[in-house]
């Protein structure tokens, strides 16, 4: 996911921007935009309902106002995003352990046709922290190398060592909660989206479903919409506990996601099980074939 940088893992480390824990506030300057439940409704495209699934009155849901605002957000990104670059900082629960933070150089270009030409989907990553991942470089071009990831080891073992693994693979998913073939911002909102119709499938009067906006928290210095949905009483027909969402207002597109699982004892803190956040992003930088070349994994450091 991207070119090279001649940065070190300390120093990225010192720039990333801290991002406070669950029940503290981002910023001191939030104003609510939505009650827990809406009364005035917008205006819905019926291409969303999918009335075989949701419910006849999923309009009224609190959830219904992301769906509508995640949509929105989605086809912008399709419209007009057609690559980005960024440091993925990320943190996930796998397995019941909570892995350490990992920060990745990232390109990603999405799947274009344009003048009769096809640009496959697109992924270069290389890892800038943890030490025991520095120098892991991973590519993965969409139905090239048999659709398989080309993957250069890096750490202090082995680092030299080059593979060929599918992105969906024991080995991977042992690694990570989701393929590379799902880093797209697209492919982001639209896991969203299907969270939120199951949430309210299986909770159609939210009864144990709150869902807040705030505006003017910020990420990485950029100012965001936070989206907070709750499912404050445990109960594991939904995924998570709490979920925050924060898109950017300018970029429009997600900078960070993280969910949240009930505490194991009350009056602990919820369990984090996974974090991402999208900083430094620059959208449509002009990403070509040579930022995805085979050349970025094998050369030797």
């Not at 419209?79 to 960024?86: A, G, L, P, Q, T």
């Not at 430094?280 to 030797?300: A, C, H, I, M, P």
Request: charged share 25%.
């Amino acid at each position: 996911m991207i070119r090279r940088f001649a940065l070190t893992s300390v120093l990225l480390l010192a720039a990333m921007p801290a991002v406070q824990a669950i029940g503290e506030e981002t910023t001191t300057a939030r104003k609510v935009l939505l009650p827990s439940s809406t009364r005035e409704l917008p205006s819905f495209n019926s291409s969303l309902s999918e009335a075989k699934t949701l419910p006849a009155n999923w309009e009224t849901h609190p959830l219904a106002r992301a769906i509508k605002f995640a949509a929105e957000h989605r086809t912008f990104i399709d419209e007009h995003v057609k690559d980005f670059s960024c440091i993925l900082a990320k943190r996930e629960r796998i397995n019941g352990r909570l892995h350490d933070y990992e920060y990745l150089r990232t390109n990603v270009r999405r799947d274009q046709s344009s003048g009769g030409q096809t640009v496959p989907f697109s992924v270069y990553a290389e890892f800038l922290a943890p030490k025991k991942l520095v120098g892991r470089k991973v590519l993965y071009v969409e139905g090239r190398n048999d659709n398989k990831m080309l993957v250069r080891n890096g750490g202090l073992r082995f680092g030299h060592v080059i593979v060929n693994i599918s992105p969906t693979s024991d080995a991977v998913l042992r690694e990570s909660r989701y393929p590379i073939t799902e880093l797209g911002l697209s492919n982001v909102v639209s896991r969203l989206i299907d969270q939120a119709k199951h949430d309210i499938i299986v909770d159609p009067a939210a009864k144990n479903t709150e869902v807040v906006f705030y505006q003017n928290a910020e990420i990485d210095g950029r100012v965001c919409t936070h989206i907070r949905v709750t499912h404050p009483t445990e109960d594991h027909i939904f995924e998570f506990h709490q979920a925050n969402v924060y898109v950017d207002d300018e970029l429009k597109v997600p900078l960070r996601v993280e969910s949240y699982m009930w505490p194991k004892n009350a009056g602990e803190p919820p369990l984090l099980t996974e974090e991402y956040t999208y900083t430094r992003l620059k959208l449509n930088v002009g990403l070509t074939d040579r930022d995805f070349s085979e050349d970025l994994v094998r050369e030797q450091p």
